[in-house]
């Protein structure tokens, strides 16, 4: 795990860091995530970054946009110095200054009804083509997709239930026959590989237990578009 590069009692914050995440059971990615951006503000600060000012906080993110940092990676920061912040030192004054940017999540460009069919030809993988169908079919946004659950899916009305953000909202978007075929066969594999897990995702990870990422489905948007070229 990476060390906490910070003067005098970094050695300190770096473990209370550690020890905190833990007890609130973070999975290893967002402890190391965590670790890699306090790190990064304390060294732009310069100093152990329990002495930081909201002058300082605003300092470091126009920083990171003068940088050219993308809004999610801006973001990542922004959860990483709220935890440390609020639940490290019980400094909420400090968390308050940071801004979340806000930002549309959306499989890129629209697209004709003959480019969407050449970029699903272009996509060989059974899972990524029935995605990217319900994508482009439904028009959904990419962390839509992927956290979509076999249960979401009514074949007898015809619809997708699409979770709207957190506090349990839901629309729903039409779902056609072509659509729905696709998502038969992908049923079928799915099963037949082990990893259609009984009210389990639509669209698993490398881990089923555990949905595709946003990142993943923006990969194979992208190479099913460079393999139509």
Not at 185 to 192: A, F, K
Not at 198 to 208: A, K, N, S
Request: some cysteine; glycine content about 8%.
């Amino acid at each position: 795990m990476n060390k906490l590069t910070l003067p005098s009692t970094g050695t300190g914050l770096r473990q209370r860091l550690i020890e905190d995440m833990s007890v609130r059971g973070f999975g290893e990615k967002t402890r190391r995530d965590y670790i890699r951006n306090v790190a990064s503000f304390a060294a732009f600060l310069g100093r152990s970054p329990d002495t930081a000012t909201p002058e300082d906080i605003r300092r470091f993110q126009i920083h990171q946009s003068e940088q050219g940092m993308h809004p999610p990676a801006m973001n990542s920061t922004v959860a990483a110095l709220r935890f440390f912040f609020t639940h490290m030192l019980d400094r909420p004054d400090i968390s308050r200054k940071l801004i979340r940017l806000r930002y549309a999540r959306k499989l890129p460009t629209v697209l004709s009804t003959d480019e969407v069919a050449r970029l699903l030809a272009a996509t060989k993988c059974l899972k990524h083509r029935a995605a990217l169908a319900v994508a482009y079919g439904a028009g959904l946004r990419v962390a839509e997709v992927a956290s979509l659950k076999m249960g979401d899916i009514d074949k007898d009305r015809m619809l997708i239930r699409v979770e709207r953000g957190k506090g349990g909202r839901y629309r729903h978007a039409m779902l056609s026959p072509d659509r729905l075929a696709l998502l038969r066969n992908w049923w079928r594999e799915g099963r037949e590989r082990g990893v259609m897990l009984p009210g389990g995702w639509l669209f698993p990870g490398q881990d089923p237990t555990k949905p595709i990422t946003t990142r993943q489905l923006s990969r194979v948007v992208e190479d099913a578009a460079q393999a139509d070229r």
